[in-house]
T-cell receptor, first 111, second 114 residues
């Protein structure tokens, strides 16, 4: 059974700082997704990582995937308050587009 | 990307009743998915809805409780039957864009069962 674990689950940080959210998963997969969810809202697609070594960047967010280590990271550079949200990683189970989600990381960025 | 519309966006329901949620997409898609997000929790896949065949349900979800229709390539419904307070959740439909590999989610339908 595929398990996806995020770390940390809660993160409070200061504006301007850098930090990384980790996503570990238990079985082989080569497709991993990152989403953002604001309170009371749906999920916004941030990144889809399709192969080992994939790295994607959008603004202050950068995601990477190491399929051998079964690890993805979401790195936040020089955080700003607008990035406060819950971030989910999700792994494609068996290549069937059936996603197994991590628990989510609630990120709060303080001025 | 794609535009995915869900109705209703929210509802308050009485125990024992059923509610049907609609999901409309602005383009034809082969696979549509239904997820549940319980309060303060992550998302769990309920079922995969394919046009022209019965939905495929995940462990812990059954057709009698969550019947799904997929009459065409742009539309699907999920019914939550005989609701109890434990069914209070956000229900989201999702589609796969084959050209990018991205999965997009609708705005969600927030159900509160009293």
């Amino acid at each position: 059974e595929l398990k996806v674990e995020q770390n940390p689950l809660f993160l409070s940080m200061q504006e301007g700082k850098n930090y990384t959210i980790y996503c570990n998963y238990s079985t082989t997969s080569d497709r991993l997704y990152w989403y953002r969810q604001d309170p009371g809202k749906s999920l916004e697609s941030l990144f889809v990582l399709l192969s080992n070594g994939a790295v994607k960047q959008e603004g202050r967010l950068m995601a990477s995937l190491d399929t051998k280590a079964r690890l993805s990271t979401l790195h936040i550079t020089a955080a700003v308050h607008d990035l406060s949200a819950t971030y989910f990683c999700a792994v494609d189970r068996q290549g069937a587009q059936k996603l197994v989600f991590g628990q989510g990381t609630r990120l709060t960025i303080n001025p | 990307s794609a535009v995915i519309s869900q109705k209703p966006s929210r509802d308050i329901c009485q125990r024992g009743t059923s509610l049907t949620i609609q999901c409309q997409v602005d383009s034809q898609v082969t696979m549509m998915f239904w997820y549940r997000q319980q309060p303060g929790q992550s998302l769990t896949l309920i079922a995969t809805a394919n046009q022209g065949s019965e939905a495929t349900y995940e462990s812990g979800f059954v057709i009698d409780k969550f019947p799904i229709s997929r009459p065409n390539l742009t539309f699907s419904t999920l019914t939550v039957s005989n609701m109890s307070p434990e069914d209070s959740s956000i229900y989201l439909c999702s589609i796969l864009l084959a050209n990018t590999g991205e999965l997009f989610f609708g705005e969600g339908s927030r159900l509160t069962v009293l």
